[in-house]
């Protein structure tokens, strides 16, 4: 059985989904992306905040150490003033009791000293200081009043380590919410791109032949756009694809005529009973061939202006040169003919379009006209420059039977020809002039000529 355009298209979508891709890289995620680089900002920040915590905790603690110390210097002096010496000194306050205390009068006589066996020495610095003792690290506050001073001291080992203390009690719900926030950011990440693989999964799941539009509800305002040009794209192709089935199934039909006309014009010529019928069989199989060559020529050209994507930019084409050699072309079977051939164009006329394409568009029109003129007619090619508010346009017309109202639409489809037209035409010149039309996104416009009498074919170009 032999392949159809779907099977051919499954199995071409099989074998590259079974080729190897060793070498290439497989590749990378936008949610990893997304979630790496957002679980690395939230541990980074989370370790900054931490630290910043951490130091200023320790700070403010050290502070709030040696406020303590200043109060308690100041309540000793407050209470030593108060009464007598033994008395003042009977209640220390608890919370100094993990620290040195002395009091000195002062003439050098001490007063008063906390249980420790550790002398702070007498001359100290007023205010705060650290000083080592016994090889110990204290923080000393001093405070002198005109009878005595009070020398508050802490040692440093045991400030910093309550300090460190309160400062990671601080820090604890960083460190405890941070893994939580992570686990929010990754659950998040996936929530806002889920509608991504879901989109994936639509487009996986299709067949090879399914070109519908995805569906975009739902989706948000950065996925839409792609969606929609994707949708844009499946439209094109659908499209694509219908012209190209219904192109497919008409060539087959048209091209069963001519070849079945040439097989019955063989067996003329292999059953001719004498050389003359043998002489007029052969001619009338050299015309058959010279009309499927001409349809096949014409299928192929068709073909290739409807599947035009215009990738190339236009260029400037001289559309007055581009008439005198279609005219200088069609000048033979013209004299033929007996047809009088004009041409009507300046000097120079310039339009954006495609050389070629143009070229094939005014040779099916000439040919045309050509063809459905009678001997002794006319036909007469113009081109019209671009200025004064008209752009460029070229026209063919011709002293024919013209084309009925009713059917000068319907001869621009494929294979259609009007009643009663004499030849043997196809049905494709006009359906290729079209094409060629819609791709320069020129105006194709088909009347009455109003000098010659027969049907005018004009090609115009916007202002």
């Given at each position: 059985?032999?392949?159809?355009?779907?099977?051919?298209?499954?199995?071409?979508?099989?074998e590259?989904?079974?080729?190897p891709?060793d070498h290439?890289?497989?590749?990378?995620?936008?949610?990893?992306?997304?979630?790496?680089?957002?679980?690395?900002?939230?541990?980074?920040i989370?370790?900054?905040?931490?630290?910043?915590?951490?130091?200023?905790?320790?700070?403010?603690?050290?502070?709030?150490?040696?406020?303590q110390?200043q109060r308690?210097?100041?309540?000793?002096?407050?209470s030593?003033a108060?009464?007598d010496?033994a008395?003042g000194?009977a209640?220390?306050?608890?919370s100094?009791?993990?620290?040195?205390?002395?009091?000195?009068?002062?003439?050098?006589?001490m007063?008063?000293?906390s249980?420790?066996?550790?002398l702070?020495?007498?001359?100290a610095?007023i205010?705060?200081?650290?000083?080592?003792v016994?090889?110990?690290?204290?923080?000393v506050?001093?405070?002198?009043?005109?009878?005595?001073i009070?020398?508050v001291?802490?040692?440093t080992?045991?400030?910093?380590?309550?300090?460190?203390?309160?400062?990671?009690?601080?820090v604890?719900?960083?460190?405890?919410?941070a893994?939580l926030?992570?686990?929010?950011v990754w659950?998040?990440?996936?929530?806002?791109?889920?509608?991504?693989?879901?989109v994936?999964?639509q487009?996986?799941?299709?067949?090879?032949?399914?070109?519908?539009p995805?569906?975009t509800a739902?989706?948000?305002?950065?996925?839409?756009?792609?969606?929609?040009?994707?949708?844009?794209l499946?439209?094109r192709l659908?499209?694509?694809w219908?012209a190209?089935t219904?192109?497919?199934?008409d060539?087959?039909?048209?091209?069963?005529?001519?070849?079945?006309a040439?097989?019955?014009?063989v067996?003329?010529?292999?059953?001719?009973?004498?050389?003359?019928?043998?002489?007029?069989?052969?001619?009338?199989?050299l015309?058959g061939?010279d009309r499927?060559?001409?349809?096949?020529e014409?299928?192929?050209?068709l073909a290739?202006?409807?599947?035009?994507?215009?990738a190339?930019?236009?260029?400037?084409v001289?559309l007055?040169?581009?008439?005198?050699?279609?005219?200088?072309?069609?000048?033979?079977?013209?004299?033929?003919?007996?047809?009088?051939l004009a041409?009507?164009?300046?000097?120079?006329?310039?339009?954006?379009?495609q050389?070629?394409?143009?070229?094939?568009?005014?040779r099916?029109?000439?040919?045309?006209?050509?063809?459905?003129?009678?001997?002794?007619?006319?036909v007469?090619?113009?081109?019209?420059?671009?200025g004064?508010?008209?752009?460029?346009?070229?026209?063919?017309e011709?002293?024919?039977?013209?084309i009925?109202a009713?059917?000068r639409q319907?001869v621009?489809?494929r294979?259609?020809?009007?009643?009663?037209a004499?030849?043997?035409?196809?049905?494709?010149g006009?359906?290729?002039?079209?094409a060629?039309?819609?791709?320069h996104?020129?105006?194709l416009?088909?009347d009455?000529?109003?000098?010659?009498?027969?049907l005018?074919?004009a090609?115009?170009?916007?202002d």
């Amino acid at each position: 059985m032999p392949d159809t355009p779907d099977s051919i298209a499954v199995c071409a979508r099989h074998e590259l989904a079974a080729a190897p891709k060793d070498h290439e890289k497989r590749p990378s995620s936008l949610r990893g992306r997304l979630t790496r680089a957002l679980l690395v900002a939230v541990l980074l920040i989370a370790c900054a905040q931490a630290f910043v915590t951490y130091r200023t905790a320790r700070q403010d603690t050290e502070a709030l150490f040696d406020a303590q110390m200043q109060r308690i210097a100041i309540s000793l002096t407050g209470s030593l003033a108060a009464g007598d010496q033994a008395g003042g000194l009977a209640s220390v306050p608890a919370s100094a009791q993990d620290m040195i205390i002395q009091i000195w009068r002062a003439d050098g006589l001490m007063l008063y000293r906390s249980p420790t066996s550790r002398l702070l020495p007498p001359q100290a610095v007023i205010g705060f200081s650290d000083l080592r003792v016994d090889g110990d690290a204290y923080r000393v506050y001093a405070l002198q009043t005109s009878t005595q001073i009070v020398q508050v001291a802490q040692q440093t080992e045991a400030r910093r380590e309550m300090a460190g203390q309160l400062a990671l009690r601080a820090v604890l719900p960083v460190a405890l919410l941070a893994p939580l926030l992570m686990l929010v950011v990754w659950w998040v990440v996936g929530r806002a791109l889920a509608p991504v693989e879901r989109v994936r999964r639509q487009v996986a799941a299709r067949r090879a032949d399914d070109l519908a539009p995805l569906p975009t509800a739902g989706l948000p305002a950065e996925l839409r756009p792609l969606v929609d040009e994707m949708n844009g794209l499946l439209g094109r192709l659908a499209a694509a694809w219908a012209a190209l089935t219904h192109f497919t199934a008409d060539a087959a039909h048209e091209l069963r005529s001519p070849l079945a006309a040439l097989r019955l014009q063989v067996q003329s010529v292999q059953r001719a009973p004498d050389e003359a019928a043998r002489q007029l069989a052969g001619e009338r199989l050299l015309g058959g061939i010279d009309r499927a060559t001409r349809l096949v020529e014409q299928l192929l050209a068709l073909a290739r202006q409807e599947g035009a994507e215009r990738a190339a930019p236009p260029v400037p084409v001289d559309l007055a040169a581009l008439a005198r050699s279609a005219v200088a072309d069609a000048a033979g079977e013209a004299a033929r003919r007996g047809i009088a051939l004009a041409l009507d164009a300046p000097d120079e006329a310039t339009a954006q379009g495609q050389p070629d394409a143009l070229a094939v568009l005014l040779r099916n029109l000439v040919d045309n006209a050509l063809r459905y003129t009678p001997e002794g007619g006319q036909v007469r090619v113009s081109v019209q420059s671009a200025g004064a508010g008209i752009g460029a346009a070229l026209l063919v017309e011709d002293s024919g039977p013209g084309i009925a109202a009713e059917d000068r639409q319907r001869v621009l489809d494929r294979f259609y020809r009007a009643p009663g037209a004499a030849g043997h035409g196809s049905g494709l010149g006009l359906a290729i002039v079209s094409a060629i039309a819609r791709q320069h996104e020129a105006a194709l416009q088909l009347d009455a000529s109003p000098a010659l009498g027969g049907l005018r074919v004009a090609l115009r170009w916007p202002d």
